[in-house]
């Protein structure tokens, strides 16, 4: 006779399979498709964050040697530095596109246009442009 246990397995033996729960779950846990736990957010204490803006003031990316010294020198992994690193560049350019409002950035997105029209056509400026005419 074959048999389903509650994990799903299918046994010939009369349905004990040898393997206790504990076994299963930790085949769910640590099997080929097992995810992989949740990783815990840092918290970066004030001296690592002041000590992270002051380096990121000087230059917005940190690499190599650099964000080695960095992370051991904040008791950090290089690849939380990295990640820091990361999501502080976002902010900033979250925070250059806010300064400068919606209005600025439809006048970059149209003159984006007009600047290589204006190149391409050898048009020096916006006066010189003729767009009355048909020719």
């Known amino acids: 006779m074959v048999s ?5 397995d299918i046994f010939g033996d009369g349905g004990y399979s040898g393997r206790s729960d504990a076994a299963h779950e930790s ?3 640590h099997g080929p498709f097992a995810r992989k736990p949740k990783r815990i957010r840092t918290a970066f204490s004030p001296s690592q964050l002041l000590r992270l803006e002051r380096a990121f003031e000087k230059n917005h990316y940190v690499v190599g040697a650099e964000r080695k010294q960095l992370a051991s020198s904040l008791s950090l992994s290089e690849t939380q530095v990295k990640v820091w ?3 502080r560049r976002t902010k900033y350019k979250r925070q250059k596109l806010e300064e400068e ?10 003159s984006h246009h007009v600047n290589r029209w204006r190149l391409a056509t050898k048009q020096s400026s916006p006066e010189d442009i003729d767009v009355t005419s048909e020719d």
């Open 27 to 29: 085949m769910l846990l």
């Open 101 to 110: 409002g919606p209005e600025s950035q439809q006048k970059k997105k149209g």
């Open 4 to 8: 389903v246990d509650r994990w799903g």
């Open 85 to 87: 690193f990361q999501n």
